[in-house]
């Protein structure tokens, strides 16, 4: 006598799929994709980035910062790739915002400019 066939359930294949989809994104970005952290040269669980742009100004014979032109935050995902960029105006409302999406390998798909209206 045949032993019975063993049956997934919806919640089973539910999990498998999903853990399938982790692992086909974590095996590209660990397969030597460069990623946006990598070309910033950081290393690490980065999720955030805030820079500020300043026009150089000379002070006593020293190079300070001057005036601020812009600002940037940086958001990035689990696997190091930008989700979102945000750029500040120097007093401090957004001037644009850009949209990033990738693929299920993990590559960049889609970038979207919106302006500080919200419109593309």
């Known amino acids: 006598m045949k032993?019975?066939?063993?049956?997934?359930?919806?919640?089973q294949i539910a999990l498998l799929s999903l853990l399938i989809a982790s692992l086909t994104i974590t095996?590209?970005?660990?397969?030597g994709q460069q990623?946006?952290?990598k070309k910033m040269n950081l290393h690490g669980d980065i999720s955030y980035i805030h820079e500020r742009i300043?026009?150089?100004?000379?002070?006593?014979?020293?190079?300070?910062?001057?005036?601020l032109t812009a600002s940037?935050?940086?958001?990035?995902?689990r696997l190091?790739?930008?989700?979102t960029d945000i750029r500040y105006n120097p007093e401090g409302s957004v001037d644009?915002?850009?949209?990033?999406?990738?693929?299920?390998?993990g590559?960049?798909?889609?970038?979207?400019?919106?302006?500080?209206?919200?419109?593309l």
């Open 3 to 11: 032993p019975p066939k063993k049956q997934f359930f919806p919640k």
């Open 27 to 31: 095996s590209a970005a660990l397969h």
């Open 35 to 37: 990623t946006d952290l």
């Open 54 to 67: 300043y026009t150089p100004e000379e002070h006593n014979n020293k190079i300070i910062p001057g005036t």
């Open 72 to 77: 940037y935050s940086n958001y990035f995902n």
């Open 80 to 83: 190091g790739n930008k989700t």
């Open 96 to 105: 644009k915002r850009y949209l990033y999406s990738y693929d299920e390998e």
């Open 107 to 119: 590559r960049r798909v889609l970038q979207q400019q919106y302006r500080d209206d919200s419109t």
